[in-house]
């Protein structure tokens, strides 16, 4: 168990819906990272959050938006949802805003949209 | 083309076997080199981690990277079935903090 937490395990929604999956960071991390997981892609890095604030971002569609709260859970927002969104959605969390060592994974949410 | 290119496998090898899992990139700036198992419906977890050119072993495993060929490795010695998962390999640059770009997965099977 890594410690980071992330709800739904599994979400199937329709094309336009719009969802949020919900991560909780390891304890004392502050950094959160979201990575998208697909058949093709691999592993994409999304966003990361640092303490609350954004600090990094990658090929994160206009079309998703995510948040770092106070309390440092993360939500990550996903709307107008496509067929190609199914994916599975992993975040991950680190003590600090830059270093390059380990990130620890969630064991993810499956969205699949239909 | 991918920044990281990996071969999707699959891999079946039979236990005790010594496995070679490897990966190419293309963006010199990568100094941070990282591989990840991933166990069915489980997230990604740090295997092993090297800075640079170079060998770091880890009991029954051993990564290298060669920066002038822009290639890395994983070797896994007396492989058991318990090994068997998606093997990713992940790299950064000095600048990319945990900004990982990952590799597609190397599938492994260890067979008894």
């Known amino acids: 168990d890594s410690g980071v937490t992330q709800t739904p395990k599994h979400l199937i929604t329709a094309t336009g819906q719009r969802v949020t999956l919900r991560c909780s960071p390891r304890s004392g991390d502050l950094s959160v990272y979201w990575y998208q997981q697909s058949l093709d892609q691999g592993l994409q890095f999304l966003i990361q959050?640092?303490?609350?604030?954004?600090?990094a971002k990658g090929n994160i569609l206009e079309r998703f938006s995510a948040q770092q709260f106070p309390d440092l859970h993360s939500e990550l927002n996903l709307s107008s949802l496509e067929l190609g969104d199914s994916a599975l959605y992993f975040c991950?969390?680190?003590?600090?805003?830059?270093?390059?060592?380990?990130?620890?994974f969630g064991e993810g949410s499956r969205l699949t949209v239909l | 083309q991918k920044e990281v290119e990996q071969d999707p496998g699959p891999l079946s090898v039979p236990e005790g076997a010594i496995v070679s899992l490897n990966c190419t990139y293309s963006n010199s700036a990568f100094q941070y080199f990282m591989w990840y198992r991933q166990y069915s419906r489980k997230g990604p977890e740090l295997l092993m981690y090297?800075?640079?050119?170079g060998n770091k072993e880890d009991g029954r495993f051993t990564a290298q990277v060669d920066k002038s060929s822009k290639y890395i490795s994983l070797f896994i010695r007396d492989s058991q079935p318990s090994d068997s998962a998606t093997y990713l390999c992940a790299m950064s640059d000095a600048g990319g903090g945990n900004k990982l770009t990952f590799g597609t997965g190397t599938q492994l099977k260890v067979e008894l």
């Open positions: 959050y640092y303490n609350g604030e954004e600090r």
């Open positions: 991950a969390s680190s003590p600090w805003e830059r270093d390059t060592g380990e990130l620890f």
């Open positions: 090297t800075y640079s050119s």
